[in-house]
Nanobody, 124 residues
Framework: QVQLVESGGGLVQAGGSLRLSCAASGRTFSIYRMGWFRQAPGKEREFVAAITWSSGNTYYANSVKDRFTISRDRAKNTVYLQMDSLKPEDTAVYLC?????????????????WGRGTQVTVSS
C-alpha cells in the first residue's frame, strides 16, 4: 500500500500561482510514476501531469502545458505541481496518484493509489 496526502490548495486570483505537494508513504519503493489529476464539479476526472519516478520524464495535458510544472523529490517521496498563470477553468479538486507499473499515464486506470485531493479555486 502507498498512502498519499496532498496539500497546497487554496483560493487565488486569475493569473496567480499555487504550488501543490503530494507526500507518499508506505511502500514507496514500488512507485513507478506519480501523477496529478483534477475534477471539477459535474465533470469527469482529467489528467493534468505525470512524472516517471526514476527518470524524471514528465508528461502534461495540453490544457496546462507551459503553465504547470511537475517535479519530484525522491528523498522526500514527494511530488510537486507548480501552477502558474492560473485561469478560472483550472478550478477543481486536484488529486495525486501513484502507478506501480508501466502503463498509460494519462488515464485513471493507469494508477493504483489515490490521495483524497486538495481544492484549487481560481477567481476571475
Amino acid at each position: 500500500q502507498v498512502q498519499l496526502v496532498e496539500s497546497g490548495g487554496g483560493l487565488v486570483q486569475a493569473g496567480g500561482s499555487l504550488r501543490l505537494s503530494c507526500a507518499a508513504s508506505g511502500r514507496t519503493f514500488s512507485i513507478y510514476r506519480m501523477g496529478w489529476f483534477r475534477q471539477a464539479p459535474g465533470k469527469e476526472r482529467e489528467f493534468v501531469a505525470a512524472i516517471t519516478w526514476s527518470s524524471g520524464n514528465t508528461y502534461y495535458a495540453n490544457s496546462v502545458k507551459d503553465r504547470f510544472t511537475i517535479s519530484r523529490d525522491r528523498a522526500k517521496n514527494t511530488v510537486y505541481l507548480q501552477m502558474d498563470s492560473l485561469k478560472p477553468e483550472d478550478t477543481a479538486v486536484y488529486l495525486c496518484a501513484v502507478s506501480t507499473s508501466y502503463g498509460n499515464y494519462g488515464i485513471e486506470a493507469g494508477y493504483d493509489y489515490w490521495g483524497r485531493g486538495t481544492q484549487v479555486t481560481v477567481s476571475s
